[in-house]
């Protein structure tokens, strides 16, 4: 290997006492070696340390991430080298993929999925911003969790039953432990019931407007996801007993609190009718309680689960309560479906990681757990209220569907003619990411509409973004 003197040094750039000293010396490195040749040696550690003015185990950290970047290549008792950099390969072509994969799904559809582009306020994120995400408790959770050779060992496909207690007693009504089957996640949850319950090419019924991700689900798995309009009380009941007549469907999909878009909550007619209308139907109902820890009032409405009980499969996330990565759910049953979903959960991997599993029981039985989320849904109204009265002065002509008493959803009605795809496309222009009307819809969309999420912007970003949406002139 070819040694080089010529790396390129600077003058003595003293970083000592920053807590970001190591990533400050890789962001420079990072900078220098792109201009090496590859196969150039690197000053040592010492040699470094002494230009920086660092400790030799911070340069190291520097180095070390360099390494993992695959940026340099470090021989021991010989020193640190620039890496061979991959090379472009000549762009094949693969266009005979596309007639073997068939049709794809419509990138609009599952626009939702992708993250917001770094440095735009972001009025889309169906998660809570990290500033208030419970890190140091999840962060002593996740330690206490990994220090337990349990956390590594293989578990039933079905969960710890601790965990499985703990979802069980917060269902409540006739939820027991063994009723419970965990999954990585509300996503994981709704795709393993879907598939159970549904056959291949079968139809569901969905609330319309509905989360695109359950839409996307029902597609990916060849199902048929059939448009049921709501009002303010929920799902309509006159047309849900019609589409069960019509299509023969087997399963219900339905947020019965804080929907997500609409902010709707199934009011108690609605939920006896939904329940008198499944049975009658022979049909089950899917309850994605996606939003438990979230409602502004004193407690989330009852579990349908609570009243359904065998006809209802009921779901719930802790990702919505505490940070994305946290990826456990329960899926609550009662009856064969069961055993069904078990057998689909361990076909489809194994089991939830058990140091995700202890992290989440941690967590649930931390000290802090419950003034946390009493914070958290506290913060969430306050910027709902924020966001309304932004959305009122700033942008009259766009129509607030409801005011959601739970969540982070406002769902709002563009002016007519406003075509929400290009308004959405305009204000990721103007630094503003959130997310158009289309993917919520199973079918064709009776207007324009966007929803705005409180979940990922603080009240500042809420108001200056609600602003930015004004300016592109409704
Ligand atoms: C209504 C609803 N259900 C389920 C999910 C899935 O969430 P997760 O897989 O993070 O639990 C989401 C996420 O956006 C959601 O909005």
Request: charged share 20%; hydrophobic share 45%; glycine share 8%.
């Amino acid at each position: 290997m070819k040694t080089d003197n010529s790396f390129p040094a600077t003058r003595k750039s003293p970083l000592v006492g920053s807590i970001k000293a190591d990533a400050r010396i890789a962001s420079e490195l990072r900078r220098r070696v792109a201009r090496l040749a590859p196969g150039t040696l690197l000053p040592s550690v010492r040699e470094l340390s002494a230009e920086f003015v660092a400790s030799p185990v911070t340069v190291q950290r520097a180095m070390s991430q360099l390494a993992r970047e695959g940026l340099v290549l470090s021989r021991p008792g010989d020193g640190t080298y620039v890496a061979e950099r991959s090379k472009e390969s000549p762009r094949a072509d693969s266009s005979w993929q596309l007639t073997v994969l068939g049709p794809a799904t419509d990138p609009i559809a599952n626009a939702p999925f992708e993250l917001p582009v770094p440095g735009t306020l972001v009025l889309g994120s169906g998660y809570i911003d990290v500033s208030l995400q419970p890190l140091s408790l999840l962060a002593k959770a996740a330690r206490r969790a990994a220090a337990n050779p349990r956390a590594w060992d293989r578990l039933p496909p079905e969960g710890h039953p601790e965990l499985r207690l703990w979802f069980a007693r917060d269902v409540g009504g006739p939820a027991r432990a063994e009723d419970v089957v965990l999954a990585p996640g509300g996503q994981a949850a709704l795709a393993a019931t879907f598939r159970t319950i549904v056959p291949f090419g079968g139809p569901i019924l969905v609330e319309s407007p509905t989360y695109f991700g359950a839409l996307s689900v029902a597609r990916s798995l060849g199902l048929k996801p059939v448009p049921v309009p709501l009002d303010d009380e929920g799902i309509r009941a006159d047309l849900l007993e019609a589409a069960f007549a019509s299509t023969g469907a087997r399963a219900l999909y339905l947020q019965p609190a804080f929907s997500n878009p609409s902010g709707v909550t199934l009011s108690e007619t609605r939920r006896k009718d939904v329940l008198r209308l499944a049975e009658r139907a022979g049909a089950f109902v899917i309850e994605d309680d996606y939003a438990r820890d979230l409602a502004f009032g004193s407690a989330p409405p009852a579990p349908l689960f609570r009243q359904g009980g065998d006809r209802v499969v009921y779901i719930r996330s802790l990702t919505k309560s505490t940070a994305p990565g946290l990826r456990v759910a329960g899926i609550v049953a009662k009856g064969p479906v069961l055993g069904r979903l078990r057998s689909l959960r361990a076909t489809e991997d194994f089991f939830v990681a058990g140091v995700l599993q202890d992290t989440a029981l941690e967590l649930v039985n931390a000290a802090g757990w419950g003034s946390y989320v009493q914070k958290l849904r506290q913060t969430l109204r306050e910027r709902r209220d924020v966001a309304m009265r932004a959305l009122s002065n700033q942008l009259p002509r766009a129509r607030l569907q409801r005011v959601p008493d739970g969540g982070f959803s406002l769902w709002i009605e563009l002016p007519a003619g406003v075509d929400d795809l290009a308004f959405v496309a305009a204000a990721a222009r103007a630094g503003v990411s959130l997310t158009s009307g289309a993917p919520w819809f199973a079918a064709e969309r009776p207007g324009g509409f966007v929803r705005i999420s409180t979940a990922g912007a603080n009240a500042t970003d809420l108001e200056v973004g609600i602003a930015r949406l004004a300016a592109l002139r409704l």
